[in-house]
C-alpha cells in the first residue's frame, strides 16, 4: 500500500528543545516536500527535496531545516522551536515528470509552549 | 501576496443539491490546477486536476471548470453528499511542473446539510 508516515503525529515540546519530525514514504518518489497549515493561511510550503541530497527552499523555511540522505526520508528538523512554529504540519511527495499529483501524509499537530 | 485565492472560508449546502467551490489566482504563470479535499485529522487527499489547456474536466460527481482570461476555477460537486463535508483546498502549479511544490489557497470548508 502506498503510503506517506509522518512521525510524531502529535507533539507538545517547549521553546528551544530540538526536535525532529520525521517522513517517510514507500513509493519511491523523487520529490518531498514540508507544508504547514495554520487558520486562515492554508498550506504553506516550508522547504522541498528534488531528490537526494537536493534540497531548497519554499515560502516560509525560516527556523527549519531539512535533509535528504535517502530517497525515502524527508526529516523536518526545528533546532530552537518557538511558539510561533505551533502548527500542522505535512509531508507530501510525488513522483518526478511534470505534473503529477503530491500525495499527503496524515500530519503531526506541534505545540511549542 | 496571495497568488491563489478561496474567498469563500465556508460554503453551507443542502444534501442533493449543487456544491461550486471558487478559486482565482493571480499568477500567469500557473497552467495546472488541482483540487484536494481534507477531513479532520487527515492529510489532503488529491480529488480532481485541470490542465490549462482545458476549460473542464470531469470525474463522476466532481467537475472543474477553468476560465483562463478570468483566471477562475471553480469545482462542481453534484449532488452533494454528507460524506462531501470537508476543508477544499485549490492548489497550482507553475508552468514546466513546479519541482518546488504547490501554490495553496486557503481553502474552503464545506457543510452538507441533511
Known amino acids: 500500500e502506498a503510503q506517506v508516515t509522518q512521525n510524531p503525529r502529535y507533539l507538545i515540546t517547549v521553546t528551544g528543545k530540538k526536535l525532529t519530525v520525521t517522513c517517510s514514504q514507500n513509493m519511491n518518489h523523487e520529490y518531498m516536500s514540508w507544508y504547514r497549515q495554520d487558520p486562515g493561511l492554508g498550506l504553506r510550503q516550508i522547504y522541498y527535496?528534488?531528490?537526494?541530497?537536493?534540497?531548497d527552499k519554499g515560502d516560509v523555511p525560516e527556523g527549519y531545516k531539512v535533509s535528504r540522505k535517502e530517497k525515502r526520508n524527508f526529516p523536518l528538523i526545528l533546532e530552537s522551536p518557538s511558539p510561533n512554529q505551533t502548527s500542522l504540519y505535512f509531508c507530501?511527495?510525488?513522483?518526478?515528470?511534470?505534473?503529477?499529483?503530491?500525495?499527503f501524509g496524515p500530519g503531526t499537530r506541534l505545540t511549542v509552549l | 501576496d496571495q497568488q491563489v485565492k478561496q474567498n469563500s472560508p465556508s460554503l453551507s449546502v443542502q444534501e442533493g443539491r449543487i456544491s461550486i467551490l471558487n478559486c482565482d489566482y493571480t499568477?500567469?504563470?500557473?497552467?495546472?490546477f488541482l483540487w484536494y479535499k481534507k477531513y479532520p485529522a487527515e492529510g489532503p487527499t488529491f480529488l480532481i486536476s485541470?490542465?490549462?489547456?482545458?476549460d473542464k474536466n470531469e470525474d463522476g460527481r466532481f467537475t472543474v471548470f477553468l476560465n483562463k482570461s478570468a483566471k477562475h476555477l471553480s469545482l462542481h460537486i453534484v449532488p452533494s453528499q454528507p460524506g462531501d463535508s470537508a476543508v477544499y483546498f485549490c492548489a497550482a502549479l507553475l508552468s514546466g511542473g513546479g519541482a518546488d511544490g504547490l501554490t495553496f489557497g486557503k481553502g474552503t470548508h464545506l457543510i452538507i446539510q441533511p
Open positions: 485541470i490542465s490549462s489547456i482545458k
Open positions: 507530501a511527495t510525488r513522483a518526478g515528470g511534470l505534473y503529477n499529483e503530491q500525495f
Open positions: 499568477n500567469s504563470m500557473f497552467d495546472y
Open positions: 527535496s528534488m531528490n537526494v541530497e537536493v534540497t
